[in-house]
């Protein structure tokens, strides 16, 4: 049986969007109409004539309305198979119903409304999801809707079919009725241990994109948007470019997270999830410069997020528009909360380069989770950057506020054990090097300081003879920010090498005392902040 | 209403496990039991007093059993207020159930059976979960038993409490029910999904173990267990130690991914999820060693695996019993599949070692997935290491394929860009140098190859002007492997510096035969696998 004529409609909806159209239309095809309570009211308000649903049960709508359309006449009349119970259902008087239209008691927005126990307990519906499960089971010959935005798609379908619903269509709304019942049985369920005092987080993910593959192409892929999250990195706008990688989202994540606490305009350039790249500034285009001279090698094949409106000034950086391909600027991905039309119409010139709207601002999780072979680590985000800035050495140096938030953004996002140096130049915060990834410290202290030297290097056109002099003007106002504590005083030795004066960490080892001595020793100035910054 | 006399119960159990002897005692307190088809019979050959439903229902059975409790009857016994709504339940003669017991058509079960979509259909229940979900509603007045692991706490509680049960135990079990059922809906929703070819994935979480903190220590957390999984990282067995901290739990996944597919003996020491020591081979004790050694420093205080049970000799080059302290090899946690007695004694030495017996053999993911603000990345896993070894340059070098192997699982498991250097040494496969996390190739070649030159040195000796010539043999018997092409031919200078003659890598770059070309002027063999192991 593909097609099925709706003759028997009951209507028992809490979201009374679109009913009244909907009913006219079921109506004046000739379809008969059961309908109870508020529902019953609205519609024959809307002039639609209706069968009491206790002319169908023979009960009354009792118990302040916990029961009114639970009974065996309509569960029946839902359920039973139209060939093999056919003789069954005569005898008992049961006549078939072919369409559902019902949705849930709030109990969703109550909750959002802060609504106490007793009244989230009076808000789980019982006759609802028996309805619609009972329907959605005998899908090939049930019709049923929960979802008021499928109205126009089932009365186009009738239109079409001769008040007729096909078999795909009633197999599409059977499964959104268990996702549905699924969601809203999931959000009391958690809802209640919450009230317990336990935590038993669920997801549910759909609008499935397909990706062409995973981290590499012998992995298959898809990007999922959480179901009922009302923001999400899935919605942004992708303007522009080739189709978006899985490496890509995974980067991009990094980019958002990484601009979005710095001030404007701050800027992000992104490789495997690390920030190689930062800087902060008055001026847009000057703050890219510095971002990118970061690591000017690693910013090629990037992906870069903008926290300010992107203008063309700063994406002709690119030099996208060179004669020389090699003067281009190859990038994967450019986000930003906006951009100007001409800054899209420059960037658009590059065919494979992906332009994604996304406003940094937007990505405010609270809690972070990891899914590790069917376990969860659930952790709140990291989104204290510091407690203080106390120097713990003789010398005590200067770090502005503003600087040390910088470093400690910049240090946060990158993968441990990490280390970054950070300088002001004028009215700007930059990232001038930094070392990730490493499985000791030592490793990311040299990578860091090494990358400052290669910048410092690039930046500095004066004689050679002057050059060192350069380096260590430039690494004395620099600030060494360390995300973990030093373990042992060698990093100290490292850092005194390459000229920088102060250092700021956590604090908290064990060895404390014999490296802050051995920043005494050389004088260099080093503070605690005591808030450790991790990432895996 | 605390504490509530069962006098009324009614039971309908598709899993029938312990069914008897709970309703003996139920019967046996005066306890009125109403029950339907397979369970009445049931009931009534174990000799428990039955009324049948349809007593109270008024309705038969019908449509081949779709339809037998759901009843205006039933329903509003489970639904009505004791206290408001008494008269009106007097007035329409219904009286109250007290007990509901009651569990669903196994639609997993017969899901896992491989049934097909009718069959499935079939065992979507639709009377179980109204009535336990309009018990659950009025856990004030009932008690819903839907787990039958419930049944001794019930009686417990019942002979403790003179025929009563609790508020507390009331609103435990109502919070099962919606847990249950929320479950149920789930796996029909997905299931459904998939037969439309749609993936819709869920995941619901629950046995949660609050951590001490997070990644860091401003951070809140839980360790939690994925509920219907069958295995899981949850159920390892913690022998001793202090507390797992959440860094402790992802790098012990990190640490179990490495070993898992080595031959034996396989050892994996891990720093940040990265292995900076490696090793298989026939003696225990011996991989042990060589994995230590390839990175001694950064080896203290590492998450280690092991892929076969730990015996005493292994563990004894810990050195936990070393008069001075300095001699001791302190390791935040050891993970084996199993250990021998002595092994243990010895390990228990250390108050604060975490030893985990969990066996690397059991993770078995068939998907990995990230959570991104709302989104998910769902991909297929990375478990397919090469495609080929395929020489493209002129010289053709030796690659015994299980050293290939032994290198790619070790590269596989760092996180991009990733380099590392393996060589054999007798039947061993040993990891001598890595480099990862680098925003560029070059820093992780560079880093590898430094580290390779420092394990060299710590092996050597001999004397001075025999070093080099050292280096040299040892380096040239090793393969640099590459997660992904080189980018340029910088890379292949950098190894040819420092003496390496045979390099794999996947190829794949636009630049690839100026890799080739470098490798032909330095008299370097490279091969091409095709495929690429990025990890982010």
Request: some cysteine.
């Amino acid at each position: 049986m593909d097609k099925i004529k709706i003759k028997r409609a009951l209507i028992s909806v809490s979201d009374k969007t679109g009913i009244e159209e909907f009913a006219q239309i079921l109506t004046s095809m000739g379809c008969e109409i059961i309908s109870t309570g508020g529902t019953k009211k609205v519609l024959e308000e809307a002039g639609v004539e209706v069968i009491d649903i206790s002319k169908v049960t023979g009960n009354p709508e009792a118990f302040g309305g916990r029961m009114n359309t639970i009974s065996f006449q309509i569960e029946s009349a839902l359920l039973y198979d139209r060939e093999k119970d056919a003789d069954e259902a005569e005898k008992l008087n049961i006549k078939p119903i072919d369409m559902v239209i019902c949705n849930l008691y709030p109990f969703g927005r109550v909750k959002e409304d802060g609504a106490d126990l007793d009244t989230l307990v009076e808000n789980i519906d019982i006759g609802g999801p028996t309805m619609l499960r009972a329907g959605a089971k005998n899908y090939k010959y049930v019709t049923v809707i929960t979802d008021p935005y499928d109205y126009q798609k089932v009365e186009d379908e009738l239109a079409e079919n001769d008040d007729s619903i096909s078999l795909d269509t009633r197999f599409y709304l059977m499964r959104k009725v268990y996702n549905h019942t699924a969601d809203y049985d999931a959000l009391i369920a958690s809802t209640m241990d919450e009230t317990a005092g336990e935590l038993t987080p669920r997801f549910s993910f759909n609008q499935a994109q397909e990706l062409r593959y995973g981290e590499n192409s012998h992995q298959s892929a898809f990007f999922l948007r959480e179901k009922n999250a009302k923001d999400s990195l899935y919605d942004m706008e992708v303007l522009h470019g080739k189709e978006l990688s899985f490496n890509n989202i995974v980067d991009m994540y990094g980019a958002i997270e990484s601009v979005r606490d710095l001030n404007k305009n701050g800027v992000a350039v992104i490789k495997h999830t690390n920030p190689c790249g930062l800087c902060e500034g008055p001026d847009q285009r000057k703050a890219f410069e510095l971002a990118w001279a970061g690591d000017n090698v690693s910013a090629f094949g990037s992906v870069i997020a903008f926290n300010s409106a992107l203008g063309l000034e700063t994406v002709k950086f690119l030099n996208l528009d060179a004669e020389n391909k090699m003067e281009r600027k190859f990038v994967e991905v450019i986000i930003a909360p906006d951009f100007s039309e001409e800054a899209l119409q420059y960037l658009y010139q590059h065919k494979n380069l992906r332009v994604v709207k996304f406003d940094p601002a937007r990505l405010q999780p609270a809690v972070d989770v990891k899914i590790l072979f069917n376990t969860a680590l659930w952790q709140t985000v990291d989104n204290k950057l510091l407690d203080k800035v106390e120097f713990v050495t003789e010398k005590s140096g200067e770090v502005s506020e503003d600087l040390a938030r910088f470093g400690l953004i910049a240090v946060r996002q990158l993968k441990s054990n990490a280390i970054v140096v950070v300088r002001k130049i004028g009215d700007y915060n930059q990232l001038l090097g930094m070392g990730c990834g490493q499985p000791n410290r030592v490793n990311s202290t040299q990578l860091a300081l090494k990358k400052c030297y290669d910048n410092l290097g690039a930046e500095f056109n004066g004689s050679d003879d002057e050059k060192q002099k350069y380096f260590d003007k430039e690494m004395g106002i620099t600030v060494l920010v360390s995300d973990a504590f030093f373990p042992f005083a060698d990093n100290i030795d490292f850092c005194n090498e390459y000229g920088i004066k102060t250092i700021l960490q956590p604090g908290g080892s064990m060895r404390d005392k014999s490296v802050t001595k051995r920043c005494d020793e050389l004088g260099i100035a080093m503070a605690f902040t005591t808030v450790r910054h991790f990432k895996h």
